[in-house]
């Protein structure tokens, strides 16, 4: 049998010509292995005793398998597999995996029990465990539609051992492999109760392989290996046994006669390294050390990452809460003493009992006097009252008894003896006076809520307090004691000293600045007027209600709603009733009702090309963007004022001088359109039939609202924009895309601010990915391919001038990495953090993986550089332990959310316990520490105008005194229906941020054939089209004789399909098709990857109809995968898409990076070719323009997919950058008015 190819390891990744020549100087053998992988008994006698004393520490542990799990057989195929004839046993990847002897009730055992029993074959010994296949990473998993249903977990296979692998003592990280009757199984990540079974097999061998890798160095001794490892006696010792074991496999003698080896061997005692019996060395034989693998997967593999480095700040705040022991990069911080923590807490808690015996005494008398009346405050309201023998005056901070409120909890009982770890939380609220109402003898409050109460919970500063813009009136008895409390941005040294810096709002869990300028401008009111929150509910009332609005004269010219203006003559959007996007209105009266209120608007339809139209036999003139061009009807209607949804702007054609004006303007805002024509249509229906009739709409006769309020942004501020956008690019900012991938996110924020925000740094680990991002750059764009980790300590160590070795590009190992970037002007960070860790996808998720460590890194890189903002979106997530996001259908939703902190494993497919959203709130706190304002939701890229269903979670952050961007709201109506709305674990209102209803939004959904229906048609050729069923043969005619290509989808090619500029099926009909094709391609990339004739076969078979799949094959192209009941697909009652063809007018799953018929998201076949799609196809469903240029080792098509599935949609990143645009613009504006006034003043 043909040994496992071996993947690379980080050693020989890093250092290929140092990995070749130790390899070499130790002359091992490379003769193929043809015998079993199993190792044989009698070369084992010697470890039958130290092996059943471990099995004696570890105790027993049984395996429970899933309801759900596959028993391999011959037949089985892990998903996206293409096994050929003759191609011997095929290699998998057993992930989350562990070792069990089915004799003895499924207890787990070591993999040493497994190798020296000599009844290995017998099908004593299974494992189970999550497949993959070599070409994935465990990262792909967990990021498809349905991916948290029990079906979607992944295929949990149960496999019979009959082989295991001989431990490689020569090569750093080599995977052991359990051989099966049908394939072979390279182990990857055992789980977590697993974890000490693999330590104590792997443990001592890993000390022996590094001895004898130091042994190739014969210039180092026993002490500085000691004291360069670390190495412990008893460790050493331990691994002799092995040392003994790796001298049997070197055929060259050399070890035996290191002097490394010579020293330690007589440093032990005889009686810590048992003598081994000698085995025939024919026996252990290894492959042949190459590099075969995918390098772009090999540096993804935990045991080939780099340990978290993070900054003093992000350790100070992470201490305790990572079991992954973290590399601190610069001093460590100064921690308070054990005394110093007792004596704080010790005086906090005497603070808290006198507060608690002040509200446990009797009724105090209050005395409100008139004498307390402040200067200038009229009627019944005070400035001070006194409560018992204490004065309270407005403006103090005070302690209010919790429970007081109707349907609240109770308070926590007031004890005499105050337990030692009790809270002032605990018994009590924050709030500040505004004022005494002697009337009423009632204290009017600001409240402000303390960290804990909130999304921070236990990870808040335990002295911060936050304005939460809300107030109410209280009896004064209740008022409990003063405490200190200060506006700072620091926290303030003593231990009774609360600060406050944030505004939260409950609404969308947000923390922004606190406006001290307009705080005392309304504090400065005479009551009642001097409370913000008061203001603050009144303004949002003025703005629900609906008002006559009167520019220049006495007469109506509009009217205000919801904080909007509608002036006659303006167009607008109104609410559907049914699906589909808003209508689009013109306003022509205003009826008024009683009390001079609008009650109804009066207004002409507008109809939209792009709905209205279709089916007309000629082409549309002028029809450039048939989702912004719109015509003008002769159809009058009235709708309640309640049914408006927000003015739009609409100019007519001939306006706009060029084409490039055409375009600057439908790309400055979705909510601009364009009108050409006038049908004289009475009803919808009639539109199409009057088109005929229609009368071309001039600028000159086409009449617009000409207040300036109403005039579109582009033209009302285009010289202010000058300005402003000269000053945007005269300030020399940096911008760092932190695990860049390609560069989508940051390129397509870019896009969307119109260069508020331009890329100039990128870092990404994996090659392929960093070379693609690098080519579509400009090319000032500085890229390290690097682990950011390693780059990160090279940045801080160079910034602090230390003595730093400059790390090597990864793409060749010999480039160093170029200049480190300096701080200071960092502008934006960008960080799409892949934290598949997090997935229940994945059944045995690992608390303690790195990769979900690297939210740690991302903190750092804001701490250390300190950015005007940070953008964060989070990849491949469902929904996990305690975080529930409600979703009206089942959707892959943010498991980062419910990242557990000290998460431990309660079974083998759940990991429960820790800190609650651990991972969020730790984010949250690390940036409130940095002085940042922060908001975080989720967004379905379908809203956005991507043909694409996925929704993901983003994080947004600006530093105190810069603007911090709204969220954007959706602009297209997508037919799956999502309330993205997030419920917290402690009680709290659940947040809304997104409107999500349909009717309301300005576009319609973006649909695949909209995205790619201008490319190419070609067809795949039946590999055996004489056996095809007739009626199949006949349509393979049809489309020949029609002109579609057929070409050769050849297993031993690279792809099929077209490269190079290449030309398109016709020109473009849609905006989406023009946008993509606004620059032209030098390689458009339309091809597909090669399968294996008897899939292509199946390909070709399924019919040309939206939503058909495997069921529609006849038998004798049935497989295992979608016949047996036992499959994933049987055990889901044949429900799925398993060769499923996407429909035209519909839209693609979640993109993912394993595309394939038979993967987890297995639609994915062409909506009208008889193939899969293509990359370019995925490419522009991910928002990709045809400019841009994917790059892979070995034109590798997988990791072209790889990349696309992990970019972040084009249309969502625009979106974010238009609203990061909109804040900039508003407060530079802002700010010039400001100094305008103070101009006008001083003169």
């Not at 020989?12 to 015998?35: G, M, R």
């Not at 006698?45 to 011959?74: C, F, Q, W």
């Not at 820790?914 to 706190?925: D, S, T």
């Not at 639609?1163 to 991910?1182: F, G, I």
Request: contains cysteine; aromatic residues 10%; glycine residues 6%.
């Amino acid at each position: 049998m043909a040994p496992p190819p071996r993947r690379p390891t980080a050693w020989e990744i890093s250092f290929p010509e140092e990995a070749a020549a130790e390899l070499a100087a130790l002359q091992i053998s490379a003769t193929p292995n043809s015998t079993s992988l199993k190792r044989k008994a009698e070369d084992n006698n010697d470890m039958v005793p130290r092996v059943v004393k471990r099995s004696h520490r570890l105790g027993v542990t049984h395996y429970e398998p899933p309801s759900n799990y596959t028993i391999e057989t011959a037949h089985y195929r892990a998903p996206g597999e293409d096994i050929g004839p003759g191609s011997g046993k095929p290699i998998r990847i057993l992930q989350n995996f562990c070792v069990f002897d089915q004799s003895h009730k499924s207890a787990m055992v070591t993999l040493d029990v497994v190798e020296i029993d000599e009844n290995i074959h017998r099908g004593k010994y299974s494992a189970a465990g999550v497949v993959l296949l070599p070409d994935e990473d465990d990262e792909d998993y967990g990021q498809e539609d349905g991916a948290d249903t029990a079906e979607s977990n992944g295929d949990h296979v149960l496999i019979e051992i009959i082989g295991i692998s001989p431990f490689d003592y020569f090569a750093a990280n080599a995977p052991i492999f359990l051989e099966t009757k049908w394939a072979l199984y390279e182990l990857r990540g055992p789980s977590t109760l697993y974890k000490p079974y693999l330590v104590a097999y792997s443990t001592p061998r890993r000390v022996a392989r590094s001895v004898v890798r130091a042994a190739s160095h014969p210039e180092e001794d026993l002490a500085q290996y000691r004291s360069r490892t670390r190495s412990k006696d008893a460790d050493l010792a331990e691994a002799i046994p092995y040392i003994r074991e790796a001298i049997q496999d070197d055929l060259s003698g050399k070890l035996q006669r290191s002097p490394l080896i010579e020293e330690l061997l007589c440093s032990l005692p005889h009686d810590h390294a048992p003598a081994r019996l000698p085995r025939p060395r024919s026996r252990r034989q290894f492959p042949t050390p190459t590099f075969l693998g995918n390098p772009d997967l090999a540096l993804l593999k935990p045991e080939n990452q780099s340990p978290t480095h993070v900054t003093p700040l992000i350790y100070k705040l992470a201490t305790g809460y990572f079991d992954e022991g973290l590399q601190v990069v610069g001093p460590e911080p100064m921690s308070p003493t054990k005394a110093e923590v007792e004596m704080e807490r010790a005086k906090a808690l005497q603070f808290l009992k006198d507060c608690v015996e002040k509200v446990r005494s009797p009724i105090k008398r209050v005395a409100l006097s008139t004498d307390a009346r402040r200067p200038g405050w009229s009627g019944g309201y005070m400035k001070e009252a006194k409560v018992g023998d204490d004065v309270y005056q407005t403006g103090d901070f005070v302690l209010i008894r919790k429970g007081h409120s109707p349907g609240l909890d109770l308070p926590a009982p007031l004890l005499i003896n105050i337990p030692n770890d009790a809270k002032l939380t605990d018994y009590f609220w924050f709030a500040r006076i505004l004022y005494f109402d002697l009337a009423k003898q009632r204290v009017h409050l600001e409240w402000l809520e303390h960290g804990s109460q909130i999304i921070l919970g236990e990870m808040g500063h335990p002295r911060e307090l936050f304005l939460d813009m809300l107030c109410e009136s209280f009896s004064v008895e209740f008022i409990a004691a003063k405490i200190s409390v200060t506006y700072a941005m620091e926290p303030l040294r003593k231990a009774d000293q609360f600060f406050f810096r944030s505004i939260y709002n409950e609404n969308d869990a947000s923390f922004t600045s606190v406006n001290e300028q307009e705080m005392r401008r309304i504090s400065d009111r005479p009551p009642p007027y001097n409370c913000p929150s008061c203001a603050r509910s009144q303004a949002s009332m003025l703005n629900g209600d609906c008002a006559l609005v009167r520019e220049d004269s006495r007469d109506v010219s509009g009217i205000c709603y919801r904080g909007r203006k509608y002036h006659l003559s303006e167009y607008f959007l109104y609410q559907n009733a049914r699906d589909g996007p808003a209508h689009i209105g013109h306003l022509n009266n205003i009826q008024v009702g009683p009390r001079r209120a609008a009650k109804l608007i009066m207004f002409r339809k507008v109809g939209r090309v792009s709905i209205d139209l279709k089916g007309i036999p000629e082409d549309v003139e002028n029809n450039d963007y048939p989702e912004r061009h719109v015509f003008l009807t002769a159809e009058v209607d009235t709708i309640p004022v309640d049914h408006l949804v927000c003015p739009v702007h609409v100019y007519a054609w001939d306006f706009f001088k060029s084409p490039e004006e055409l375009k600057a303007w439908v790309d400055y805002s979705p909510y601009n359109f364009y009108v050409s024509f006038r049908v004289p249509s009475t009803t919808t229906e009639l539109r199409a039939q009057s088109w005929a009739r229609r009368e071309q709409v001039f600028s000159y006769s086409h009449i617009v609202c000409e207040f300036l309020c109403c005039r579109s942004e582009m033209y009302r501020a285009d010289l202010e924009e000058d300005t402003f956008q000269v000053e945007q690019d005269s300030q020399g900012y940096q911008c760092l895309d932190l695990f860049g991938g390609t560069g989508a996110f940051s390129r397509g924020v870019s896009e969307g601010s119109r260069g508020c925000v331009k890329p100039t740094h990128l870092i990404e680990i994996t090659p392929s990915a960093a070379r693609t991002a690098k080519k579509n750059s400009n090319a000032d764009m500085v890229t390290y391919c690097q682990d950011a980790n390693v780059v990160l300590r090279y940045f801080i160590k160079s910034a602090a001038n230390h003595d730093v070795e400059t790390p090597k590009q990864l793409f060749d190992n010999k480039t160093l990495v170029p200049p480190p970037i300096k701080p200071g002007k960092m502008r934006a960070i960008f960080a799409g953090l892949p934290c598949q860790s997090h997935s229940r996808l994945n059944m045995y998720r690992k608390a303690e993986d790195k990769k979900s460590n690297l939210i740690l890194t991302a903190a750092s890189y804001v701490d250390f550089f300190r950015p005007d903002f940070f953008f964060l979106e989070v990849r491949f997530m469902t929904v996990l332990l305690w975080l529930l996001i409600e979703l009206m259908l089942s959707q892959n939703v943010p498991g980062f959310l419910k990242y557990n902190l000290l998460a431990q494993q309660a079974s083998q497919h759940r990991v429960e316990g820790g800190i609650e959203m651990g991972g969020l709130k730790l984010l949250l706190r690390a940036l409130l520490e940095m002085k940042y304002q922060v908001r975080f939701f989720l967004l379905q890229a379908g809203n956005y105008g991507a043909p694409q269903n996925r929704i993901r979670f983003f994080l947004v952050a600006a530093r105190h005194g810069l603007p911090i961007p709204n969220v954007p709201q959706p602009t297209h109506d997508f037919p799956v229906v999502n309330h993205l709305r997030i419920r917290f674990p402690f009680h709290k209102e659940p947040i809304e941020p997104i409107r999500t209803t349909r009717g309301t939004m300005a576009h319609p959904s973006v649909s695949i054939a909209d995205a790619i229906g201008d490319l190419p048609q070609f067809d795949w050729e039946h590999p055996d089209p004489k056996n095809a069923a007739p009626a199949l043969r006949r349509l393979l005619n049809q489309r020949k004789q029609a002109g579609i290509p057929v070409l050769k989808c050849d297993v031993d090619r690279a792809h099929c399909g077209y490269e190079g500029a290449g030309e398109y099926n016709d020109e473009p009909k849609t905006s989406y098709q023009r946008q993509a094709r606004e620059h032209q391609t030098k390689n458009i990339q339309h091809f597909t990857r090669c399968l294996l004739p008897q899939t292509v076969e199946r390909v070709v078979t399924i019919p040309l109809e939206p939503d058909a799949d495997f069921r529609s094959l006849p038998d004798h192209l049935g497989e295992w995968q979608f016949t047996s009941p036992l499959s994933a697909v049987g055990r889901n009652r044949y429900r799925g898409a398993v060769y499923g063809r996407l429909d035209d007018n519909g839209y693609v799953p979640t993109i993912v990076t394993n595309v394939h018929p038979t993967a987890k998201q297995s639609k994915v076949l062409h909506p009208d070719c008889l193939r899969m799609v293509t990359v370019r196809e995925l490419a522009r469903c991910q928002g990709f323009p045809d400019w841009f240029v994917f790059v892979s080792i070995d034109a590798n098509v997988v990791t072209i997919h790889r990349q696309i599935g992990n970019a972040v949609p084009w249309q969502v990143s625009r979106a974010l950058g238009r609203e990061l645009r909109t804040a900039l613009f508003d407060d530079w504006k802002r700010k010039l008015f400001e100094n305008e006034m103070d101009t006008d003043e001083d003169d």
